[in-house]
């Protein structure tokens, strides 16, 4: 269950659109917090605060901050204007939001019939984590696209969680950020994957859109049991809405899980469980016995899927010089080179769909 502490805010570490890092004093010492603006005010040094401090006390690797409940002696100003979407339903941070397709959006007329992507290629992936390597490999091959990120709401609900999001829509990387499901906090706030992904092309302009959980994820070593089946469904929302789905594999080398070395099992289970539609899937020409064992487990999704081999030479260089910092499960480029490589590959595959 939830864990709570009191705390007085001693310092503000860092901010980025929509979070707020910061030192909070607590019985115990002091801790890391993150306090959402837009939920909670912007708390500052000397504010006593409310913490919810479960992450924190569980050591979670993405999640490790205390996260501000509340700042009880300044509370924000009530919100104002349109919106009757509410994300994180009956939970005592519900937040109401103008969604792209409600009859109050200016969108609304545009998304209200709107029923294809026009051939827009869309990349699904498992983790957050994809993102950035997937924009490399594009960006790599094709510089100007425009690009929006479709964020589901099986990992973090706030998208101001994401300091990567943050950067990548600062140097133009991401046109814009939709958030789906119960995550909020996108540029543009939306139902379903479906109507996700109908924003990304007809509000945002997309060429391509990625789609992805928030960062953070939750797996239990089983078949079934982890949050990456919706990259499964994914692939079936872009097929439906005539999007031209691919599916970038999860591949690591460095992964200390079986099940997760070389090919994952999330990718075999979402891709060729879930998804019954079909997609085009790059697999990377990764050197050696490790390439070579990608390549076999990869087959199984041959059935419904178009495997596409992709060549990953120069790409190590583009993402070397990613502009945000490229981590997975806490490894680096050089500490799990495989995932980084297959994310680009699978960018570089994209970047070649769009003529």
Request: proline share 7%; aromatic share 6%.
């Amino acid at each position: 269950m939830i864990r709570w502490r009191m705390g007085e805010v001693t310092r503000i570490r860092r901010e980025w659109p929509g979070a707020v890092e910061l030192d909070v004093a607590v019985p115990e010492g002091e801790c890391r917090a993150l306090a959402y603006p837009p939920l909670v005010g912007r708390p500052e040094p000397g504010d006593e605060v409310l913490l919810n401090t479960t992450a924190l006390a569980m050591g979670l690797g993405t999640g490790g901050y205390a996260m501000v409940v509340a700042v009880p002696n300044r509370l924000p100003e009530d919100p104002t204007g349109p919106g009757h979407l509410v994300k994180a339903r009956y939970t005592p941070l519900q937040a109401t939001v103008l969604g792209a397709d409600e009859q109050d959006s200016p969108y609304h007329e545009l998304l209200r019939e709107a029923d294809s992507l026009d051939g827009m290629p869309v990349v699904v992936a498992d983790l957050h984590s994809a993102l950035a390597p997937i924009l490399c490999g594009l960006y790599a091959a094709r510089p100007g696209v425009r690009v929006a990120y479709v964020m589901l709401d099986g990992g973090a609900l706030p998208a101001w969680f994401s300091m990567s999001c943050a950067k990548l829509r600062e140097i133009g990387w991401l046109s814009g950020v939709v958030t789906v499901g119960q995550a909020f906090g996108g540029d543009v706030e939306a139902v379903t994957t479906h109507t996700g992904l109908l924003a990304a092309r007809h509000v945002l302009e997309a060429d391509v859109a990625i789609v992805t959980q928030g960062p953070g994820n939750l797996g239990t070593g089983t078949r079934w049991g982890f949050s990456g089946v919706s990259a499964g469904e994914a692939v079936n929302a872009a097929a439906v809405l005539r999007g031209r789905p691919v599916a970038a594999l999860r591949v690591s080398e460095g992964d200390k899980r079986e099940r997760h070395v070389g090919v994952s099992h999330h990718s075999l289970t979402a891709y060729g469980r879930v998804a019954l539609a079909p997609a085009q899937v790059p697999v990377p020409e990764l050197p050696g016995a490790f390439g070579e064992r990608v390549r076999d487990q990869a087959e199984m999704l041959a059935v419904r899927h178009e495997l596409v081999a992709v060549p990953v030479e120069g790409l190590h260089e583009a993402l070397s010089a990613a502009p945000v910092r490229l981590s997975t499960m806490g490894r680096g480029l050089e500490e799990d080179l495989a995932y980084f490589l297959t994310s680009a590959a699978a960018g570089r595959h994209t970047a070649g769909l769009l003529g």
